[in-house]
């Protein structure tokens, strides 16, 4: 597969990596050997970036992701963590002592002595300005915690403040074929800086997959059931933001676009990756899997032919008409 350096961290990574916020919680249930056997397809097939989370099952993702490593030594893996989201969403919260706190339990999750990036996980918005937050991190790293920092953020505006700060290796960021706005000023910011453009979300919580329909029904532990209205955290993280029924319809028309401008054979979801894959400035895409069979079939898609112009156009059509109003300002 593809590898592309991770911004300043100077890592190689794969183009297309693995999220795992679904092996912890949030998703359905996914148990254990499944998890691991998710792990270990996207590993056959290239993947040697995983993202993860210490809120994801309150660690659960990091531990299963830990044991696997220990179990499968010499993979060359970079494993990128987040923290903040288990304390009070509140500026006061992110300082040293607490980084050090979290980080530790980090550490001992994913069994090692160093993180190889740390990104503040989607902090309130006036953390990203904060020298002071910045100077904590850079402490991290001359004490041997981490080897490198960043943020995962919510809107454009947080990630333009937080590449103010000299050091800082990657952003983290909602990508997809729903969610342009970042083309505008994120990543050509990024790319002149050196910062490493890690990209999420980049399914619409499964939309641009083209399976589902208006009646399909989630389990009650899936956030695209309880975080529909935003009532858990940020809105823009199920579905991108977008409004479920006008999701599912935008989403057959990408579907049908696909069928006529795709790449021959190629599904929906491999498109919707390849899309983002091919936008200057990204490092690696992240999409989560569920299954061994979804996590070869995402990873499969940095193997496809870059798209023609003419579906680029008819893409960028369909979220002009459909999708703008509702995302393009909010994030």
Known sequence: ???????????????????????????GEVDEATARGVLAAAAEAGVTFFDTADVYGDGRSELIIGGFLRDNPG?????ATKMGRRVA????????EAFRAWTDRSRRNLGVDRLDLVQLHCPP???????????????????GRI?????????????????????LATV???LNVFRRKPLEEVLPTASARGVGIIARVPLASGLLTGRYRHDTRFAASDHRSFNRDGSAFDVGETFAGVDYDTGVDAAQEFARLVADLGPAGATPAQVALRWVVQQAG???????????????????????????P??????????????????????
């Open 1 to 27: 597969m593809e590898q592309r350096t991770l911004g300043r961290t100077g890592r190689q990574v794969s183009v297309v990596g693995l999220g795992t916020w679904q092996l912890g919680a949030d998703w």
């Open 75 to 79: 993979l060359g893996v970079t494993v």
């Open 89 to 96: 969403q509140v500026p006061a919260a992110y300082h040293l």
């Open 125 to 143: 918005s006036a953390v990203h300005a904060s020298d002071a937050v910045f100077e904590a991190l850079e402490a991290l790293v001359t004490e």
């Open 147 to 167: 080897a490198a920092y960043g943020v995962s953020v919510e809107t454009s505006a947080e990630a333009l403040a937080a590449m103010a700060h000299p050091n």
């Open 172 to 174: 983290q960021i909602i």
């Open 282 to 308: 990204v490092s690696t895409v992240i999409p989560g899997a569920r299954t061994p069979e979804q996590a070869r079939r995402n990873a499969a898609a940095a193997a496809l032919p870059a798209l023609s």
């Open 310 to 331: 003419e579906l680029l156009a008819a893409v960028e059509e369909l979220y002009d008409a459909r999708i703008r109003e509702q995302v393009h300002a909010r994030w």
